[in-house]
């Protein structure tokens, strides 16, 4: 796997079949200062074989809609399908199960095991869900990521794009429909963004799965094949193959001084 990215080799994977489907879905936090609607009403389809970037200024709901989607959090009410299955109407245990084999994650702070070595971590998905542990596999991956002689070695001893290549391998290993990604390029500098923004894009184009990621920055956001923008917990506006430019010029539409009126 190189670590190129361009455009994507649009709909290659992508035959309309939804991955992800998010219908009417809120979420509303209760604290000491009353009640917060971090969603309001979501609707979305997510197609397989897609990336897709979620933006969207500070506050306005981008890991509440992502944690919904991953079903790590549980919506106050609306339906959250997973290749067409309802998510929301799932006991804790299967939700688990359903999570570990079907669902990637990539975190802005890597959240490798250190005790572990790199393949172990990247095995680590497999051995949570009782799955035989494919070694090769993962070595594979490895390679692909462009760590093939770091198996052995212990988190600690990478660097943060390494260890962020890591977790991407991690993601991939239960070959997973959808890749959840919060902030992955978060912690990375901007060269070793790129090369990790082009292993979730080969996810995608190579692979076929499907890919949705929360991001502040429009350089990452111009990957995906669709930007959707959210305010005070509502879609307001989306992209399809988007560049940086126009990225930021919705961005700035959605945090300016006006920014009520545009949303
Ligand atoms: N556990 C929680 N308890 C109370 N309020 C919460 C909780 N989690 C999120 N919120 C509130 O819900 C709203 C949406 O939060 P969310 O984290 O989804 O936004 P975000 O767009 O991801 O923000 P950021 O870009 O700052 O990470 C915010 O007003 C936030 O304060």
């Known amino acids: 796997m190189t670590t190129e990215h361009g455009r994507p080799p649009a709909g290659r994977w992508h035959d309309g079949t939804p991955a992800v489907e998010l219908r009417a879905v809120r979420r509303t936090y209760k604290g000491r200062q009353g009640t917060v609607e971090a969603l309001r009403g979501v609707d979305l389809v997510l197609g397989k074989g897609t990336f897709s970037a979620v933006m969207g200024p500070s506050g306005s709901g981008k890991s509440s ?30 939700l688990t199960r359903l999570r570990r084999r079907r669902v990637g994650f990539v975190f802005q702070s890597f959240n490798l095991l250190p005790s572990l070595t790199v393949l ?43 260890q962020q290549r890591v977790a991407v391998a991690r993601a991939l290993i239960t070959r997973p429909e ?51 923008f959210l305010a005070d917990g509502m879609l307001v506006d989306e992209l399809s193959r988007p560049d940086a430019r126009s990225v930021a010029g919705r961005m700035a539409a959605l945090t300016g001084p006006s920014a009520g009126a545009a949303a």
Do not use: K, Y
């Open 65 to 94: 809609l992502l944690q919904c989607a991953a079903g790590l959090d549980r919506p106050e009410s609306g339906t959250v399908l997973l290749g067409g299955q309802d998510i929301t109407a799932l006991g804790e245990n299967r």
């Open 120 to 162: 172990q971590n990247v095995l680590l998905p497999q051995r949570l869900s009782g799955e035989r542990q494919d070694r090769s596999r993962a070595r594979e991956l490895l390679a692909q990521v462009g760590l093939p002689d770091h198996a052995d070695r212990r988190p600690g001893q990478l660097s943060g794009g390494q």
């Open 178 to 228: 959808v890749v959840f990604a919060d902030e992955p390029t978060g912690a990375l500098d901007t060269r070793t963004a790129q090369e990790v923004l082009g292993l979730l894009r080969q996810a995608v184009d190579v692979m076929g799965a499907t890919v949705v990621m929360v991001t502040h920055d429009p350089a990452a956001a111009s990957c995906a094949d669709r930007v959707l």
